[in-house]
């Protein structure tokens, strides 16, 4: 079993032009293994140009290897597949290895990009590996299959070359959600609809039953978007505990004004209800500023949407409304949000302002039935594909 290593990468590569089979691994000039707000970031600068189609042709690989904390063993190996067939990026699987041997191998989620003609940069979350972020020990690996591998070349051992030679040390943080980044338009009732993708919004929280939704997200491994009036969450909030277990899940926060008045006259009324709320979410979530707004009862005006994007958000309307605020029975709620479901579509529904046990009761049938029907659910900033900032 290979020792002394904790991340390697190991992707199959043939230089630029060649016709038949690698005689000897693939030299690596520089590796590093970095990370960037929730992704680590592997990248490896080979003497000779990568060439995603070559990595079967030459029968070389480059694989990130994974080292247990005691004993030196690997732990698991990260390697860059060839594109599925018709596609055109290459994949990445990831094996664990134990004492007996490499386990079976799986596809996880990984964007491998090209940086030059010679450099290869994967990116990854530590969750796909199963692991969490913390200190890693890693090396860099361009082996070869035997055959077609010659006598060892320079610097490799055996069919194989690690890299750097002793393994290095990174020290990984939990990242922390600080902010998002308000873009495109001013105002927002849909997704592009591009994909096949439903964001389930609640208003009018935080409340008391407001755990309970969280909790039942947190079952169905579901995201949503809460926007909250400001002046509820020194009551409901928990001490900060319940919007931080928000964003800890990966919902989202938005700014649902400090008292839910009617601002759509804009001016120094509204600014300050936003500002207010806006300073109520950094301090409960300990950092967090949305760039989200939705006005209540959905009343806007221009000014208003020009006001809001000064401070830094996007004003959010809605797709579907079933209205679940006036209790119209669980089933009604159910078949509102199913018919009018669509690519990009964004529900509004309520966590708070009365008893919303029939928004409860309508959730696990609303999310089963359309995740059956091929949607996934995604928060209003990642249907947007709004920018999330990291510390």
């Not at 935080?206 to 969450?233: C, D, H, K, M």
């Not at 900060?240 to 700014?255: F, H, T, V, Y």
């Not at 994007?309 to 959010?316: C, D, E, F, P, V």
Request: proline share 8%.
């Amino acid at each position: 079993m290979l020792t002394g290593a904790t991340v390697a990468a190991v992707v199959a590569v043939t230089p630029a032009g060649a016709a038949g089979p690698l005689r000897a691994p693939m030299p690596i000039v520089t590796s590093s293994v970095v990370q960037s707000a929730q992704d680590l970031v592997w990248s490896v600068t080979l003497r000779s140009a990568f060439s995603p189609a070559g990595l079967q042709r030459g029968g070389g690989r480059l694989c990130l290897l994974l080292e247990r904390p005691s004993g030196g063993s690997v732990s698991g190996q990260l390697c860059v597949l060839p594109p599925a067939p018709r596609g055109r990026s290459p994949r990445v699987a990831f094996q664990r290895v134990t004492r007996g041997g490499p386990g079976p191998a799986h596809t996880i989620a990984a964007t491998v990009a090209r940086a030059g003609r010679q450099q290869v940069r994967v990116s990854f979350l530590p969750q796909a590996i199963g692991d969490t972020y913390r200190t890693l020990r890693w090396q860099a690996l361009s082996a070869l299959a035997v055959p077609p591998c010659a006598p060892r070349a320079a610097g490799a051992t055996g069919c194989s070359i690690l890299f750097p030679a002793r393994p290095a040390l990174e020290r990984l943080h939990t990242p922390q959600l600080a902010g998002c980044v308000a873009s495109g338009p001013d105002l927002v009732y849909s997704g592009a609809g591009t994909e096949r993708e439903i964001a389930l919004t609640f208003d009018d929280g935080p409340w008391y039953q407001t755990p309970e939704f969280v909790s039942l997200l947190e079952r169905y491994n579901v995201p949503a978007t809460f926007f909250e009036i400001g002046r509820q969450i020194a009551e409901y909030g928990q001490s900060g505990k319940l919007e931080q277990r928000m964003l800890a899940d990966g919902d989202m926060i938005g700014n649902h004004t400090w008292s839910h008045p009617d601002v759509a006259a804009a001016g120094v009324f509204a600014d300050t209800q936003m500002r207010q709320t806006a300073a109520a979410i950094r301090t409960a979530t300990d950092g967090f500023t949305p760039c989200l707004f939705r006005a209540p009862y959905g009343a806007f005006s221009p000014a208003l949407l020009t006001d809001a994007r000064s401070l830094g958000y996007t004003t959010i309307q809605w797709t579907i409304d079933p209205r679940d605020w006036a209790l119209p029975g669980v089933s009604e709620i159910e078949s509102n949000v199913i018919g009018n479901a669509r690519p990009g579509a964004i529900v509004e529904l309520h966590d708070g302002g009365g008893n919303r046990s029939q928004t409860l009761a309508a959730l696990p049938d609303i999310i089963t039935t359309l995740q059956a029907r091929g949607y996934r659910f995604v928060t209003v900033t990642q249907l947007l594909r709004q920018l999330l900032i990291y510390r």
